[in-house]
């Protein structure tokens, strides 16, 4: 265990991890990676400004999203040559999963430059720990396509997977995506987990079927994490019951 924290090493992208609700899940790391780091990169400007402004933290900032992901990502690299230490932070939660972050820690590492990360709150990582599922395998698809077609496509592949699988949903298509699962994943536990470290956090568990009608009787805002026991689960059961 690090007693005296080093001071930051120039030239390095620090990836910040940061609340995905709760703002006591901010690391002591990541407090001092963001007040001693030279320039703050992030998704959204205005809401990690927010941020600091609750930790007391004044740093000038520059907006890397995914639309300006290529461009900026050239002015990052640029920034971490001339030996600044960059912080990357996004909207919530950790950097790269489902948020921007990807392509520019991928062109710091082929340009030899430093990436550190400064791990804390993932969305998945809560939900799946948390979901009583099995954890020691699982799949991550992150967002379904929109386009009905194409998600239905995947959620048959995802068929064959032995471990959970878990993904991001949108509160306004998670009806859909649960008529979807029970036509693809009839028999499957599913876990809903919505509004992850917030006042109103809970997770339903049951068959797509059983879910189906809880939300009919309530309709369910907020985030979604949604988790899928694996093909493996639905054999141990089928196994247990013939004992
Ligand atoms: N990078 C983030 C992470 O590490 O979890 C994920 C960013 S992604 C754009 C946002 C999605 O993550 C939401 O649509 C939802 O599916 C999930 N998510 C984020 N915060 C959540 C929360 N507090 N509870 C449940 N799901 C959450």
Redesign the pocket.
Known sequence: MERTPPPLTPGTLYLV?TP??NLEDITLRALRVLRDCDIVAAEDTRRTGQLLKHFEINKPMVSYFAFNEAKRSEEILERLQRGEKVALV??????????PGERVVRAAVMAGLRVETVPG????V??LTASGLPTDEFHFIG?LPHKSGQRRKQLEALKQFDGTLAL???PYRIEKLLTELNEVFPDRTIVL??????KF?EFLRGTSAELQAQVAKRSLK????VLISGRREKIEKLAKDSE
Do not use: H, M, N
């Open positions: 991890a995905i609700g996004t909207d919530a939660g950790t950097p790269g999963i489902s948020d709150p993932c969305a998945l809560a939900a967002f991001y949903e949108s987990a919505r509004e992850l470290t917030k956090e907020g985030e979604f994490v």
